[in-house]
Antibody, heavy 121, light 107 residues
Framework: QLQLQESGPGLVKPSQTLSLSCIVSGGSISSHSDYWTWIRQPAGKGLEWIGRVHTSGSANYNPSLKSRVTISVDTSKNQFFLKLNSVTAADTAVYYC?????????????WGQGLLVTVSS | DNQMTQSPSSLSASVGDRVTISCRASQSIGKYLNWYQQKPGKAPKLLIYAASSLQSGVPSRFTGSGSGTDFTLTINSLQPEDFATYYCQQSDDPPYTFGQGTNLEIK
């Protein structure tokens, strides 16, 4: 059974960089049929797709965040990562990592439990 | 970006009812439409992918239909555990976008 688990600081100061990790267990992050994805959800609001990375290292980002976000993968550790620069209070949200099926319409079938990140001084 | 609009935003129903949630895309997405269920404090759960394919382990009372710009999620014979928020999501072209959600409440 595939499992994903987010980790990282729960509090980040304004203007700093938010850095999260997602460790994948029960399967390989090196699968060519999968994208590894970050999604966020502000409290009481809807879901926002942040971006995705393929095991090849190729990444796609939401244009609304593109200038500030980097998603990368470390296949040796079966982990992928999110970096979001210059954060503001508007970046406060629950951050989820998820698996997208690349050749089947990129739906998200496995999710982490979510990590609340608060941006505050 | 392809805007996804769900209706209604909220819905009250009783156990045993049949409910329908609609999702409309601002541009055609073929059948690249997925549905998720989310309960408070939990990650979303995939119900339906590719507009009408039932995810493994999801009860058959959940059905999806549609193509192009108009899609529907139907829940037959509502069960107590079905009261939650439902989201549609297009996976035709990044950036992937979600509907604003439909909150299904107990009447």
């Amino acid at each position: 059974q595939l499992q994903l688990q987010e980790s990282g600081p729960g509090l980040v100061k304004p203007s700093q960089t938010l850095s999260l990790s997602c460790i994948v267990s029960g399967g390989s992050i090196s699968s060519h049929s999968d994208y590894w994805t970050w999604i966020r959800q502000p409290a009481g609001k809807g879901l926002e797709w942040i971006g995705r990375v393929h095991t090849s290292g190729s990444a796609n980002y939401n244009p609304s965040l593109k200038s500030r976000v980097t998603i990368s993968v470390d296949t040796s550790k079966n982990q992928f990562f999110l970096k979001l620069n210059s954060v503001t209070a508007a970046d406060t949200a629950v951050y989820y990592c998820a698996r997208g099926r690349a050749y089947s319409g990129d739906y998200f079938d496995y999710w982490g439990q979510g990590l609340l990140v608060t941006v505050s001084s | 970006d392809n805007q996804m609009t769900q209706s209604p935003s909220s819905l009250s129903a009783s156990v045993g009812d049949r409910v329908t949630i609609s999702c409309r895309a601002s541009q055609s997405i073929g059948k690249y439409l997925n549905w998720y269920q989310q309960k408070p404090g939990k990650a979303p759960k995939l119900l339906i992918y590719a507009a009408s394919s039932l995810q493994s382990g999801v009860p058959s009372r959940f059905t999806g239909s549609g193509s192009g710009t108009d899609f529907t999620l139907t829940i037959n014979s509502l069960q107590p555990e079905d009261f939650a928020t439902y989201y549609c999501q297009q996976s035709d072209d990044p950036p992937y976008t979600f509907g604003q959600g439909t909150n299904l409440e107990i009447k």
